[in-house]
């Protein structure tokens, strides 16, 4: 919980009708809004509901500050709901207390920074280094050797293999396994039967990355496997080995990416989205739900929405959907 005048100044917002200092303590919609919530509005309809709220204030863009009329503190912002975020997680604060679980298991020569919680059940590798104020669950898997920066959150059951790097203030969702070894096999011509080629290489989380649950990423086979700063990745995605994710990319869940993929900063892939080896999206390339790009197919292009399988633009996979409709009718079929 926190002073609405100190909120205003932790996230450098302009603070109107500021004669009552509410303290906030949560955020939530108008419907919802206790006295202690703070709300946002980004058009009038949403201002006005959010005024007869019981909300203690609001979060809203100057061009809608002239109808507050006094009858709510409230924060101005050029963008509210990101604003709004904001101010949700410092409001969340840390709610781990430091200190390590009785029944968790940890080397000797572990490296542990200041403020570092590791919870009930939790095994920690030798060689293992992880920074202030980090939070680690119960049940947690951290292998020999891994490095976790500071400030970062490890859900239970979270499983992370030697040879992978965690920068600062990465999440990671419960059940997500890192740096498992990837799919990568060798054939026998002349016996028929597979052998697993060398799966050594590294797995690299930059600073800010986010991995939902479930979610599994391979090391890289010879070299790395690396996720870009400021990534969010969905719950029920895989990353093969050796892939390059750029920074500030969004990839949503049930998506599947082979093996020695690029993808391009601020790229957006939508649910169920599958690449095939070797493939490539550009910088801000937008993939909607179930695309499907072909193995060494390289897709350019910022803000160039694709869809379908395989992925075209979506323009031209629009006008062939209508052509084949009016074909079948023609066909009756």
Partial sequence: MKPLSELAVLLGLELRNGGEDPLICSVATSKTARPDALVFAEDEQALRTALLSGAAAVVTTPGLATLLAGEKPALIANQPRLQFA???????????????????????NAMLGAEVSIAAGTVIGENVTIGSHSNI?????????????SGCRIY?????????????????????????????????????KYLLFPQQGTLVLEDDVEIGANTTIDRGALEETRIGHGTKIDNLVHIGHNCQIGSNVVIASLTG?????????????????????HSSVGDGVILGGQAGVLPHKNLVGPGML??????????????ELATL?????????
């Avoid at 049940?139 to 976790?148: N, R, T």
């Fill in 257 to 277: 990416i082979s093996g020695s993929c690029n993808v391009g900063d601020g790229a957006m892939l939508g649910g169920q989205v599958g690449m095939g080896d």
């Fill in 306 to 319: 694709f869809w379908g399988t395989p992925a075209k633009p979506v323009k031209q996979y629009l006008r």
């Fill in 86 to 108: 904001r101010a949700a997680q410092l409001l969340r604060g840390d709610r781990s207390s430091a200190g390590i679980h009785a029944s968790a298991v940890v080397a000797a």
């Fill in 325 to 333: 409709g009016r074909l079948t009718r023609k066909a009756k079929v």
């Fill in 156 to 192: 239970p059951r979270t499983v992370i293999y030697p040879g992978t790097t965690l920068g600062d203030r990465v999440v990671v969702h419960a059940g997500a396994v890192l740096g498992a070894d990837g799919f990568g096999y060798v054939r026998d011509a002349e016996t028929g």
């Fill in 137 to 149: 669950g119960a049940g947690a898997v951290i292998g020999e050797g891994v490095a976790i920066g």
